[in-house]
T-cell receptor, first 114, second 111 residues
Framework: KAGVTQTPRYLIKTRGQQVTLSCSPI?????VSWYQQTPGQGLQFLFE???????NKGNFPGRFSGRQFSNSRSEMNVSTLELGDSALYLC?????????????FGPGTRLTVL | TQLLEQSPQFLSIQEGENLTVYCNSS?????LQWYRQEPGEGPVLLVT?????EVKKLKRLTFQFGDARKDSSLHITAAQPGDTGLYLC???????????FGQGTTLQVKP
């Protein structure tokens, strides 16, 4: 079974631009979660999607948004990029996303904002 | 806001030594997970503990969940260079269902 894939792996943008990151979950998984990882703040939860609906949301500004498609693939968008948005963005998929359900992480997209 | 504090943040030891990593919170979690992350990759789940006082072993790694389900520890016996990586604890919030991560412990095991 193929793992979680994220594209692109690396991205360089400038302040004010917008960016879209993509995540393909493991086949059959319906829950996709997004995290931001930085050296200073660690891993922080952005949002979770299940069956095309946002089920949970972290404490990030409205510039961060996401969506999930009928095939469970997910995208996240960051508008009006700031220097502080430079981070590793990780996507994780699981069967149902609840309780002790195992999350499988992708390799991440490294975003650098100049 | 629920927080998980991990300690130590960095650990550099010689091959064969033992070590313990701690994960503490003032909040109760319905479950707690430990992950290991290597450079250029996403975190990989090592274990999930659910019951207060639960102890799980994975070869040379021993995981314990505190009786009150507010803290956890990871003990590695006879560390090997292959254990090098970033260790993360993550608690599942009883209220929101969100997974909250600790800051991580960077472990370096020198041969």
């Amino acid at each position: 079974k193929a793992g979680v894939t994220q594209t692109p792996r690396y991205l360089i943008k400038t302040r004010g631009q917008q960016v879209t990151l993509s995540c393909s979950p493991i086949s059959g998984h319906r829950s996709v979660s997004w995290y931001q990882q930085t050296p200073g703040q660690g891993l922080q939860f952005l949002f979770e999607y299940f069956s095309e609906t946002q089920r949970n949301k972290g404490n990030f500004p409205g510039r961060f948004s996401g969506r999930q498609f009928s095939n469970s693939r997910s995208e996240m968008n960051v508008s009006t990029l700031e220097l502080g948005d430079s981070a590793l963005y990780l996507c994780a998929s699981s069967g149902s996303g609840g309780g002790t359900d195992t999350q499988y992480f992708g390799p991440g997209t490294r975003l650098t904002v100049l | 806001t629920q927080l998980l504090e991990q300690s130590p943040q960095f650990l550099s030891i010689q091959e064969g030594e033992n070590l313990t990593v701690y994960c503490n919170s003032s909040s109760v979690f319905s479950s707690l997970q430990w992950y290991r992350q290597e450079p250029g990759e996403g975190p990989v789940l090592l274990v999930t503990v659910v019951t207060g006082g639960e102890v799980k072993k994975l070869k040379r790694l021993t995981f314990q969940f505190g009786d009150a389900r507010k803290d956890s520890s990871l003990h590695i016996t006879a560390a090997q260079p292959g254990d090098t990586g970033l260790y993360l604890c993550a608690g599942r919030s009883s209220n929101t269902g969100k997974l909250i991560f600790g800051q991580g412990t960077t472990l370096q095991v020198k041969p």
